[in-house]
C-alpha cells in the first residue's frame, strides 16, 4: 500500500491532470497508480522540432536538468510578451492584452497557443498512463 493511504486501493482507474505526472507519483504511488489516465499539455521535450530540441538544450545546460511543462509554458509566456511589447507603441497592460486576443495557433516551444474570445489560451492536450512504472503517452 502507497505510503499515506489508509486503506489498500484496487482495481481503479485513476484519473488525473498535470500535476499527476511527477516522479514522487510513481515513488509515493508505486503499483496503485499502474494504469491511471490523465491529461497533460503536449509539451514532449524528446520532440524532434528544432526549438524545441533547442529550447530543451539551453535549459538543460543552465539548470542540469531537462525542463517540465511548466517551464515551456513559462518561456513561451515571455516570447509572446516580447512579441507584443515589439508589435505596440508603448507595451502597456491593455495594448499587451489586445494583441494576444488576436494570437492564434502560435507555435511555441510547449505546443499551438490560441487565445479565444474570452482571453482564455486554447491549446493542445494528450493523454497519458502509468505504464510497467513509466509515464508514457496513450
Known amino acids: 500500500r502507497p505510503e499515506g493511504l489508509s486503506h489498500a486501493i484496487t482495481d481503479l482507474s485513476w484519473t488525473g491532470v498535470v500535476n499527476f505526472h511527477d516522479d514522487q507519483t510513481l515513488k509515493v504511488g508505486g503499483q496503485a497508480v499502474e494504469g491511471a489516465i490523465y491529461t497533460s499539455p503536449a509539451f514532449d521535450p524528446t520532440a524532434q522540432d528544432s526549438r524545441i530540441r533547442s529550447f530543451v ?33 508603448d507595451c502597456t497592460a491593455a495594448e499587451i492584452r489586445d494583441w494576444l486576443s488576436a494570437v492564434k495557433a502560435w507555435p511555441g516551444v510547449s505546443g499551438s497557443t490560441t487565445f479565444d474570445e474570452n482571453g482564455d489560451v486554447r491549446k493542445p492536450v494528450r493523454f497519458m498512463t502509468v505504464r510497467n512504472g513509466a509515464f508514457v503517452p496513450l
Open 57 to 89: 538544450a539551453a535549459y538543460s545546460r543552465q539548470n542540469g536538468v531537462a525542463p517540465d511543462v511548466w517551464a515551456a509554458h513559462g518561456y513561451d509566456a515571455m516570447l509572446l510578451i516580447g512579441e507584443a511589447c515589439r508589435a505596440t507603441a
